[in-house]
Nanobody, 125 residues
Framework: QVQLVESGGGLVQSGGSLRLSCTASGFTLGDYTMGWFRQAPGKEREGVSCIDRRDGTTYYADSVKGRFTISRDNAKNTVYLQMNSLSPEVATVYSC??????????????????WGQGTRVTVMD
């Protein structure tokens, strides 16, 4: 039973911060490249960030560089997304995903085999 469960979403003031968590069960998260995606209503799903399975190299969409930080704690089977300086434009549902293929084309959905259900981030303007 492979599962990814996100948590940490909620309501935050504009300019504030949240830390999202994604915990895996049924597989060893340390063996997988982990990504975060978001999808606003009526928009395509967008790759936000990724952390490589081997060397921990991180990748970010240009729109979040300098504001978001991805990290992982393999002992806890968990990946995190620290989000700072939040604005209403980035408020949507965020999902985590796991891939065995590594970080090449990390922003492409088909890279990933397992997906969580998502957690919603709401930002007050």
């Amino acid at each position: 039973q492979v599962q990814l469960v996100e948590s940490g979403g909620g309501l935050v003031q504009s300019g504030g911060s949240l830390r999202l968590s994604c915990t895996a069960s049924g597989f060893t998260l340390g063996d997988y490249t982990m990504g975060w995606f978001r999808q606003a209503p009526g928009k395509e799903r967008e790759g936000v960030s990724c952390i490589d399975r081997r060397d921990g190299t991180t990748y970010y969409a240009d729109s979040v560089k300098g504001r978001f930080t991805i990290s992982r704690d393999n002992a806890k089977n968990t990946v995190y997304l620290q989000m700072n300086s939040l604005s209403p434009e980035v408020a949507t549902v965020y999902s985590c995903a796991a891939a065995m293929d590594g970080s090449y084309l990390w922003w492409v959905m088909n890279t990933y085999s397992y997906w969580g259900q998502g957690t919603r981030v709401t930002v007050m303007d």
